[in-house]
T-cell receptor, first 114, second 115 residues
Framework: DVKVTQSSRYLVKRTGEKVFLECVQD?????MFWYRQDPGLGLRLIYF???????EKGDIPEGYSVSREKKERFSLILESASTNQTSMYLC?????????????FGPGTRLTVL | AQSVAQPEDQVNVAEGNPLTVKCTYS??????LFWYVQYPNRGLQFLLK??????LVKGSYGFEAEFNKSQTSFHLKKPSALVSDSALYFC?????????????FGRGTSLIVHP
């Protein structure tokens, strides 16, 4: 059974802290994604990665960075957390072969920045 | 450019009645279309997709979707709703002819099935 896991389900941080959100997939997928989900706004793409050490900005990259040193792991970094980054963060993966392949999502991390 | 719209924020239906969750799209080439479901405090789960071929696509949990090219729609349907179908539903599109490698998601529709 395919699986995408995220390091925390709930996280509370303070303004200005550096925050790491980790995502691991066990499906040997090349593509990985970080989304932010807010009520009424749907899913917005923050960053995605085609493959190891490759990354591209999505629609809302400001205030975020990512790291992909190993194929199975894709990290999202909030360099200096702010209250407007309070949100649900979803990680997803997808195999490279076939642009019509569906994405596999993790359970999400609900981040609160105080 | 690719885009997708889910015109209803919320759909209410009685248990046992048929349900429809609407999705319309805009692409320059041929569309790849997806439906996902999100239960409370969970990630998204894939339900079904349209790539090519039959306009009626069958998916998980008894759901199906009808691709209509002339109306640029891909509505999600189920003949008889269950209370457990209550969730948030997302439609997504990727344009085969476009430059984007990434699907675009709609804003989501909350389905509430009343006992």
């Amino acid at each position: 059974d395919v699986k995408v896991t995220q390091s925390s389900r709930y996280l509370v941080k303070r303004t200005g802290e550096k925050v790491f959100l980790e995502c691991v997939q066990d499906m040997d997928h090349e593509n990985m994604f970080w989304y932010r989900q807010d009520p009424g706004l749907g899913l917005r793409l923050i960053y995605f990665s085609y493959d190891v050490k490759m990354k591209e900005k999505g629609d809302i990259p400001e205030g975020y960075s990512v790291s992909r040193e190993k194929k199975e792991r894709f990290s999202l970094i909030l360099e200096s957390a702010s209250t407007n980054q309070t949100s649900m963060y979803l990680c997803a993966s997808r195999p490279l072969a076939g642009p019509y392949n569906e994405q596999f999502f993790g359970p999400g991390t609900r981040l609160t920045v105080l | 450019a690719q885009s997708v719209a889910q015109p209803e924020d919320q759909v209410n239906v009685a248990e046992g009645n048929p349900l429809t969750v609407k999705c319309t799209y805009s692409v320059s080439g041929n569309p790849y279309l997806f439906w996902y479901v999100q239960y409370p405090n969970r990630g998204l789960q894939f339900l079904l997709k349209y790539i090519t071929g039959d306009n009626l696509v069958k998916g998980s949990y008894g759901f199906e979707a009808e691709f209509n090219k002339s109306q640029t729609s891909f509505h999600l349907k189920k003949p008889s709703a269950l209370v457990s179908d209550s969730a948030l539903y997302f439609c997504a599109v990727r344009d085969e002819g476009g430059g984007s490698y990434i699907p675009t998601f709609g804003r989501g529709t909350s389905l509430i099935v009343h006992p």
